[in-house]
T-cell receptor, first 114, second 113 residues
Framework: KNQVEQSPQSLIILEGKNCTLQ??????????LRWYKQDTGRGPVSLTI?????NTKSNGRYTATLDADTKQSSLHITASQLSDSASYIC?????????????FGKGTSLLVTP | KAGVTQTPRYLIKTRGQQVTLSCSPI?????VSWYQQTPGQGLQFLFE???????NKGNFPGRFSGRQFSNSRSEMNVSTLELGDSALYLC????????????FGPGTRLTVL
């Protein structure tokens, strides 16, 4: 079972609307959690990176939250634009003896329509 | 500052062949990581190099290997290609640690026939 589960798998919203993407994880011990945006045909771009002590971080219209107790994170997109259409990937880093381990969600595919 | 560059962008090979992909990180970045991305499995971590040394490794068979040069440029090699190796191979660089903010290249699309 994947240690990082994202929901929904896909989402369609109207331009201008808000939306929230979810990321639940079982990874332990936790190091940090990142959200990436990946446009079709391009490499992922980092949106936010959060450590254990951070529970909110914003990047423009993107706001990520982290609840380390419940092991849940969300990415909220405000006033969506057509350019927000992309795949959003949650990555959780865990500490291990030899350094770290990266655990990837399979992403949420977002389509913003006019 | 130029971003991460990967060459070639597209590649078609046949089963049993080998392939070498190249990645040039952002100037000043010393950590280079490689990832495989497929529709079914999503992003999967291959390995990370720092100062010419492999610092971390994912769960891939030994057919997948890499190296890093003194100028931080990196190559990955896949030998004895299988159909399942068809994927987008992404390279990412960061200043020191892969756990820092990573900057991804556009990827190399490998198709194995």
């Amino acid at each position: 079972k994947n240690q990082v589960e994202q929901s929904p798998q896909s989402l369609i919203i109207l331009e201008g609307k808000n939306c929230t993407l979810q990321c639940n994880y079982t990874v332990s011990p936790f190091s940090n959690l990142r959200w990436y945006k990946q446009d079709t045909g391009r490499g992922p771009v980092s949106l936010t990176i959060m450590t254990f002590s951070e529970n909110t971080k914003s990047n423009g219209r993107y706001t990520a939250t982290l609840d380390a107790d419940t092991k849940q994170s969300s990415l909220h997109i405000t006033a969506s634009q057509l350019s927000d259409s992309a795949s959003y990937i949650c990555v959780v880093s865990a500490v291990k003896n030899s350094g770290y381990a990266l655990n990837f969600g399979k992403g949420t595919s977002l389509l913003v329509t006019p | 500052k130029a971003g991460v560059t990967q060459t070639p962008r597209y590649l078609i090979k046949t089963r049993g062949q080998q392939v070498t992909l190249s990645c040039s990180p952002i100037s000043g970045h010393r950590s280079v990581s490689w990832y495989q991305q497929t529709p079914g499995q999503g992003l999967q971590f291959l390995f990370e190099y720092f100062s010419e040394t492999q610092r971390n490794k994912g769960n891939f068979p030994g057919r997948f290997s890499g190296r890093q040069f003194s100028n931080s440029r990196s190559e990955m090699n896949v030998s004895t290609l299988e159909l399942g190796d068809s994927a987008l191979y992404l390279c990412a660089s960061s200043v020191v640690l892969a756990s820092d903010t990573q900057y991804f290249g556009p990827g190399t699309r490998l198709t194995v026939l």
